[in-house]
């Protein structure tokens, strides 16, 4: 997922350039930083660093050919760990101590739902590179760059049942504050759509488990052909691989967009009966003048 946001940093940019009129950073006189600022989660079960790494690449390009209209790009990335508290803070150390003139790039496992009405208290507005939780998707204030991993899940199903032919196709989801009921109505929007219903919802897997081998039992012994799965690169690895320690050879991998990386890719020798991943942005392995940079 290193090299993925491309789309990211086009936002980054973008909302940069659009800020160049706002009064931010400092006195807003001239030569003043254009303040920019994000709330990620980059320690803890799940992380989300590539974000905001793309949206710093970008910001560093621009000052390095000058700024705009000779102001740089002064952004801060607040790390929230994961915990309410620590995202609650960091929101409140960009926006009222850092004075930031926006969020951009950001991507955190939590923070959209945890300040949502104080970035619509403030006035501010956030536009993360990766939308996780739903408060990123039902607050005017805050706009993602993804589709986010709700949808994500019903198009990782139709593809299952509609492309691959699949039958038999079980949920494993890892639940993190309180996503559960988006990622079941994704699952009931597939049902909707399709007229399929999933032979086992699993929604106990941990983020970051040691051992995934007894979900992955369950799912065997139920019955399952498929999995779709919504776990993060190192999890999804150990799902894989929890599988073929049971010699389960005929099952069919769904995971989500957030295992779309090189990666993912290098670390399986062995994939069942295939793993299937989606790409929400233009994947950067194609050669497009879209991924130039």
Request: a negative charge; charged letters at 20%; hydrophobic letters at 40%.
């Amino acid at each position: 997922m290193q090299r993925r946001i491309t789309a990211v940093a086009a936002l980054a940019a973008t909302a940069a350039l659009a800020l160049t009129g706002c009064a931010g950073g400092g006195d807003g006189g001239d030569g003043a930083p254009i303040k920019l600022g994000s709330v990620n989660t980059l320690s803890g079960a799940a992380t989300f660093p590539e974000a905001s790494a793309a949206a710093q690449a970008v910001f560093d390009r621009v000052n390095a050919d000058g700024g705009i209209d000779g102001r740089q790009i002064e952004y801060t990335t607040v790390d929230d760990k994961g915990d309410p508290a620590s995202a609650t803070a960091a929101a409140r150390q960009l926006v009222g101590s850092d004075e930031v003139v926006a969020l951009v790039g950001g991507a955190s496992l939590i923070e959209c739902e945890i300040n949502q009405e104080y970035y619509a208290q403030e006035n501010v507005l956030s536009m993360p590179g990766i939308g996780v939780d739903t408060g990123c998707f039902d607050s005017p204030n805050i706009a993602p760059a993804n589709l986010g991993p709700f949808n994500d899940m019903t198009l990782t199903l139709l593809n299952g049942s509609e492309n691959l032919g699949l039958d038999d196709i079980c949920v494993l989801l890892e639940i993190a504050g309180s996503t559960k009921p988006s990622y079941l109505a994704g699952v009931e929007k597939w049902t909707e759509i399709t007229g399929e219903e999933p032979l086992l919802v699993d929604d106990s897997l941990p983020y970051g488990g040691s051992d995934y081998t007894p979900y992955i039992v369950k799912a065997k012994n139920a019955g399952c052909s498929a999995i779709a799965v919504n776990g993060i690169e190192p999890d999804a690895i150990g799902q894989v691989k929890a599988a073929q320690a049971q010699g389960w050879d005929d099952v069919t991998f769904l995971f989500l967009t957030s295992v779309y990386s090189e990666n993912f890719a290098s670390a399986l020798d062995w994939t069942g009966a295939g793993v299937h991943v989606p790409a929400e942005f233009y994947p950067f392995t194609e050669d497009n003048e879209i991924n130039a940079d």
